[in-house]
């Protein structure tokens, strides 16, 4: 099979989508985007390329497909946790006058969060957009609170390990062999007789086919940093542009709001950007703001939008500067709003300032796709519906439910349309981040 | 894409021409020379030279200064003062210089004005400005106020207003401070040689029709138009000036070659653009360099004719010298019309067959900034083409977001690019 690879490296996440000859989606991966962009990119390019196989795979299984995807997964987080155990070892034993106390209490909690991996690695919580990282993190947060409890470990030392060794852990591309990943799913499973042959077989039949990477295009907010040659590298703006129109043909405009910027697009009947606007360099308003908010009310952040939705009376919010967002959220609250109003403010004032970005863009037309990070939060989808009614009367707003890939899936299509045949075979020469 | 960088004889004159002006400049009060400081659009600059007075050009020091990365240390000294943070900055620039012991760019003192001679061409701020210096130096003061052209065009009421105000105001005040009255024939022949280096300039922006261009008109026209739009125009040195560069470009034209940049000859030209709005002096070799690493040439910009819309055609003329001032401010691009602005633009588009066309919004000015987005969808109809968009300032470093502005340049060119890529046409939204 013939693929197409688009990479967007976002501030938060980054994320890699395959599409095949036809233009379909073949396979996608998204990770958290941490300190080595590399690596990020690399594990997203994986993932990407074993959800390609493992689609391949499953399609020749049958009923116990389901079963084996999650297990699967959750086979690789182990993976990944397996070195997390070595790496903890590593910064317990380098513990100052410690080592020795830490290192026991970090196999415990380790040994529980394997016992923990078919719970903590479920299919809800990649639905919740949590990473590797995120899920780790919280549990062992929460077992080394238990543990420093009852003994004479200390918390924050216990942390330390932890907050050393992810790094760690992260910023390295783990070697998995598809295969045996795929036997071990199948064993988590609980599949057995003439179905686990059928898997078998099937993971056989499909492993004789070749993924071709044929063409790539990186895009993103640190698209300047991927290993790709320039002319495999397109502004995010065109790419969630065309991705969007893609995911949904009738999308004429684009709001996007990532973790660092926000982006009006407009877009023509083939998906080309005709205008666009995004914010200065201030990253007041985005995604950050809310990462921010949710660290200052001790939230996740997937539950700022259930919380702000369930306002009865929104808090008039005036800044988004994520600088002053602390102060105005204590201030608020300390004059007895209500948490889900204050939030609900927040939301609003987040869609006022993009509403403007989309004002200065061209206006919104129909349709309007909501795309980035943003577009997960419920109350920040309200909030766009009512103030572009408000504003230019009934549009049909539109959030898909894979719109955190409109980037990566934009890039993937400017690839596989835009890169000259002949071109090809020097950039793979020159890309050393693309070796599928 | 580039070849080396090559310096070439026109710009080492354009060089030693600025560099001489602020010497000469420094010396004026032993030279016995009154000072007179006026603003670059509708400056009469044949008129103060018949007078043989030396003009100080206030927002010239502030880009200088900025260009030689002094204008931070200028802008915080005027806001310590209590001026705004959303003040001008080549207000703030100026002031704070002036606070610093009036350094010039080049390190030599400015000398205090002996009049100050405002030529209001639609900057209010400029008036604020003369009002701040006026308290400081307590000298004479005459305004010259120039009618909006709001209706796009030139009236002979307006004329008239303008000589007058001329005859009445002006001329007088400048024959106080010089002593003598005003030679009519030698403001002549000033005019005439405006005249002559104008058709040169002129030449030298229709040139960047050709393909590739062999000039840049934005990052490149800055330094065209410094010596006429400033204190050369009407001498002898700017007719010899604007001869050079035409000969220069007429060599590169004859060689097939583009624009001498700073990061070498731009020969390969991707994109044909037009641009609007002024540049970002803080950064100016950066935010050059982010158009030059797309292959982006500035085929024409309204910039270059603030002082001057000499590459529209307009020319002053000898034979009529106080209405050919007068017609020279009231036909300076800041005296315009949004509807005349964008009608100037998507001449230039079409003129200079360029691809699209970039907006650059400065925080500073809002002269020039108000209503840009208008203007931006104005073009968009006029020609067809989508426009671009970019902000930053003057010359407060501040407000020049590298990454940002990179970004936005590189979208919209893979934008150009893209539609370039489509075989039918794209809609533009009205």
Known sequence: ?436 | MTTPVRKEPSMETQKALLAGYFSRLARAKEDKRPVVYTFVPGNLAELLGAFDVAPVYPEVNALQSAMRQRSSDFIREAERAGHSEDVCSYVKCDLGMMMKGNVGPTGEVIPPPDLLLLSFTGCFTFMKWFELLRDQYDCEVAMLHIPYQGDGEITDEMRRYVVDQLQREVIPKLEKVAGHRLDLDRLRERLARSRKAEDDLAWVFRAAQHRPSPIDAYFGGVYYIGPIFTSFRGTDEACAYYAELRADVEARLAAGEGPTTPSGTLSDQKFRLVVEGPPNWTSFRDFWKIFHDEGAVAVASTYTQVGGTYERGFRHDPANPLESLADYCLSCYTNLSLPARSKVLADMVKEYDADGFVVHSVKSCNSFSAGQLHMLREVEKLTGLPGGFIESDLVDARYYGHSNIKNRIESYLQMLAARRGASRPTEVRA
């Not at chain 1, 910023?171 to 295969?179: G, P, Q, R, Y």
């Open chain 1, 1 to 436: 099979m013939k693929v197409f690879l688009g990479v967007d490296l976002g501030s938060t996440t980054s994320k890699a989508v395959l599409v095949d000859e036809a233009e379909r989606v073949v396979g996608r991966g998204i990770t958290n985007t941490r300190s080595n962009y590399d690596v990020a990119v690399e594990v997203a390019r994986r993932d990407a390329i074993t959800d390609a196989r493992l689609a391949m795979t499953l399609g020749l299984v049958g009923d116990a497909g389901a079963a084996i995807a999650q297990a699967f997964w959750v086979e690789q987080d182990l993976l990944r946790l397996e070195r997390l155990r070595q790496t903890c070892r590593a910064a317990a034993a380098a513990t100052p006058g410690e080592g020795p106390r830490l290192a026991p209490t970090v196999d415990m909690i380790l040994a529980r969060l394997f016992d923990e991996a078919d719970t903590l690695f479920n299919a809800e919580a990649r639905t919740r957009g949590s990473f590797f990282r995120d899920i780790v993190g919280a549990r062992f947060h929460a077992l080394a609170e238990e543990v420093c409890q009852r003994g004479a470990i200390d918390f924050e030392r216990l942390l330390g390990v932890y907050d050393r060794a992810i790094l760690e852990a992260e910023n390295e591309v783990i070697d998995a062999s598809f295969d045996e990943m795929f036997a071990a799913a199948i064993e988590r499973a609980g599949v057995e007789g003439p179905a686990r042959d059928a898997a078998l077989a099937a993971a056989e039949r499909a492993g004789g086919e070749a993924i071709d990477l044929a063409g790539f295009v990186g895009t993103g907010y640190g698209r300047a940093r991927l290993p790709f040659p320039r002319d495999c590298i397109r502004s995010e703006i065109l790419c969630h542009g065309l991705g969007a129109f893609t995911m949904l043909p009738q999308t004429r405009t684009v709001l996007d709001i990532g973790g660092q910027d926000t982006k009006a697009i407009q877009v023509d009947e083939r998906g080309l950007v005709t205008s666009f606007q995004m914010n200065d360099r201030c990253a007041a308003g985005c995604g950050r703001y809310l990462g921010y908010i949710a660290d200052e009310l001790s939230l996740g952040l997937h539950e700022l939008g259930p919380l702000a939705l369930q306002a009865r009376r929104p808090s008039r919010i005036t800044s988004t500067c994520t600088v002053f967002a602390g102060t105005e959220i204590r201030d608020l609250l300390s004059v007895g709003e209500k948490r889900e109003d204050v939030l609900s403010g927040l939301h609003r004032a987040i869609i006022t300032r993009a509403m403007s970005l989309l004002a200065r863009s061209g206006g919104v037309y129909d349709e309007l796709t909501f795309t980035g990070g943003v577009a997960r939060n419920e109350a920040a989808v309200a909030a766009l519906r009512d103030m572009v009614f408000t504003h230019y009367g009934p549009r049909t707003v539109n959030v898909h439910t894979d719109s955190i890939y409109t980037g990566a899936l934009g890039a993937a299509l400017f690839a596989k349309r835009g890169v000259p045949a002949e071109d090809l075979d020097d950039a793979k020469k020159e890309c050393t981040g693309c070796s599928a």
